[in-house]
């Protein structure tokens, strides 16, 4: 358990203890066996939309739980604390397609698309990275050429997460190239559109039951209506997307640390070497206190984000240097405490029979996906010079 620092509600001690008990209960049985077989797992995050898991934010009349950012924090924490995999797909659906859903899109948008994909009925995904273009995004190629009522895309979109599930899909393309990134217009795609291929599903290190794939456009013909904002708001509509995302991959990495935290504790107080338990050597019991005091700093650098998202949607300020600085110090958190506890554990942090080596498999991509570590140090260092 973390130091209570935080005024949560009834409400939001409700959705937690929620998501614990369902991970405890629906995930924890299955998460080795899908890490193993790469699986997606259809049955658990179909039963996640019944408990509004899928779109906690939005609003009961667009589908979603109705609850505020804390609340998802929570949420996410506890569902990546058993499997972060599963809390990749949690995040996703909710930051990258619903909230960009709820902000940018038109009522009719949201009561088709926001609605199916916040209740959990339809599975929602976000297409910005291409094989050229990941951490510079505004240098992208696939194009959007508008023909009467339709806009025509081409291009190719890559390590896109539920590429190979999705039903709808927020798609970032060039509407004209000589404006750069003012340039970038937004689509919402039906993952059943003519012209829309999923390419082959990635082998990946960590989170193995989330799904990744390419997204080939081939005149793929998107109706204007389906146009996310106005053409040449793309980018900026990436990147707003893109600060609430990072918040919830700071969750995501705040529950990979304390899983890995937790297990750590029990294995030090546990394993005895040369007469006590290794918890009482200064080399484990100094890791015992650097992870815990990391994972502290972290949960509070994450609540605080939510706080700001949650304050933003009132003052409609900006919330990026927050995101920023929670997902960086949380995924690099993630990252010490999944690496601590493997050399804590010893063989058995290397072994499979344990969790331990997944949470290390999996807390890597917290440093790298939604902008990677470098790219978090970029965004805070150019605020805080004034240099953007
Ligand atoms: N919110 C709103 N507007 C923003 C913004 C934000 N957070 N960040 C930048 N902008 C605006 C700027 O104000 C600027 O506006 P004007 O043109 O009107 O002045 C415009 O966007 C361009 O900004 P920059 O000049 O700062 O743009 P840049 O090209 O230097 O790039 C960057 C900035 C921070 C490096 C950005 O490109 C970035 O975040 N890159 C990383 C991309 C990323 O995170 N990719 C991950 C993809 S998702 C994923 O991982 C897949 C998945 O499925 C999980």
Redesign the pocket.
């Known amino acids: 358990m973390g130091i209570e620092l935080f005024p949560f509600s009834e409400e939001h001690r409700m959705i937690r203890d929620a998501a614990r008990e369902f991970a405890q209960k629906e995930i924890a049985p299955i998460a080795a066996e899908h890490d193993e077989s790469g699986k997606f797992p259809y049955e658990t995050i179909r039963k996640m939309g019944e408990m509004g898991f899928m779109g906690i934010e939005v609003p009961e009349e667009y589908g979603g739980a109705g609850l505020d950012t804390l609340s998802y924090v929570l949420a996410l924490e506890e569902i990546c604390k058993v499997d972060a995999a599963h809390g ?1 797909i949690m ?2 659906n909710n930051s ?1 397609f619903c909230y960009g859903l709820l902000k940018f899109g038109t009522e009719e948008q949201k009561q088709t698309y926001l609605r199916a994909v916040a209740s959990g009925k339809a599975i929602g ?5 291409e094989p050229m273009s ?6 992208m190629r696939t194009r959007a050429t508008r023909e009467g009522d339709f806009y025509v895309l081409n291009g190719r979109k890559s ?5 190979p599930v999705a039903d709808y899909f927020v798609v970032f393309a060039m509407t004209d190239p000589t404006k750069k ?2 340039g970038i217009t937004a689509f919402i795609v039906d993952g059943k559109t003519p012209g829309l291929i999923r390419g082959k599903k990635e082998p990946k290190l960590g989170i193995r039951a989330s799904d ?1 794939s390419e997204i080939l456009f081939e005149n793929c013909r998107v109706p204007v209506a389906n146009r996310l904002g106005e053409e040449g708001e793309g ?2 509509i ?3 997307i ?2 609430a ?2 918040i919830g ?1 700071a969750a995501q990495a705040l529950g990979i640390a304390e899983a890995a935290y937790e297990a750590s504790v029990k294995y030090a107080r546990e394993r005895e070497a040369f007469g006590q338990p290794i918890g009482a050597f200064q080399g484990i019991g100094f890791k015992i206190a650097d992870m815990k005091t990391r994972i502290e700093a972290a949960r509070l650098l994450t609540y605080n984000a939510a706080l700001a998202k949650e304050r933003a949607k009132i003052s409609g300020e ?1 919330f ?1 240097l927050e ?1 920023s600085m929670a997902k960086l110090f949380a995924s690099e958190t993630a990252m010490f405490c999944a690496h601590a506890a493997v050399q804590i554990h010893g063989g058995m942090g290397y072994s499979k029979e344990l969790p331990i080596e997944r949470y290390f498999r999996d807390a890597k991509i917290t440093e ?5 570590s470098e ?1 978090q140090r ?2 805070i260092a ?1 605020h805080e010079l004034g240099l ?1």
């Open positions: 990749t995040s996703v990258l995904a976000y297409a910005l990275t990941g951490s510079d995004a505004g240098n390590w896109i997460t539920s590429g990134h003012k990744t980018f900026k990436a990147m707003t893109l600060d995302g990072r991959i900006r990026t995101a790298i996906y939604e902008g990677t790219i970029l965004v150019r953007k």
